[in-house]
């Protein structure tokens, strides 16, 4: 996983997952299943993580002065030293017609898609946290989140928005 810390994480959360809900098991059962488990919250892991970097990719792109870096463009809104903090009124006018065009499709999509969207990546609760807020699966979770970042990358497509 390239990063020690994640993999701790994952693997922490794998054995948790084992120990709640199959620790009723035979003992013979139990590597299996493990090995299992810890592949699938390694998948999760990676989606989740490609998911988030595509929409914090094109988000942060919509910020004015903001080169591409590995920072979180909600965490500051000074900008960095040296960097171009006026933006013409143009640039302006565009990013502001882009960001309502977002609101707009958001609030398009059918209430779960936009309920699980926004609770993953606006809220950044992770895929369990999700489906406790909802009251629904793990799966539902990541089909709607799934379904609504489709929805929203067509959309921006088809109006001619490259970010």
Known sequence: MRDDAAALDVVQDAMLRLAEKYGARPADELPLLFQRILQ?????FFRRQKVRST?????SALLPGRDDDDTDPLDSLASAPGARTVESPAEATERAQVLD???QEVSRLPARQREAFLLRYWEELDVAETALVMGCSEGSVKTHCSRAAHTLAAALKARGIEL
Do not use: H, Q
């Open 101 to 103: 065009f977002i609101e």
């Open 55 to 59: 929409w914090t990719t094109l988000f």
């Open 40 to 44: 699938n919250a390694i998948r999760d």
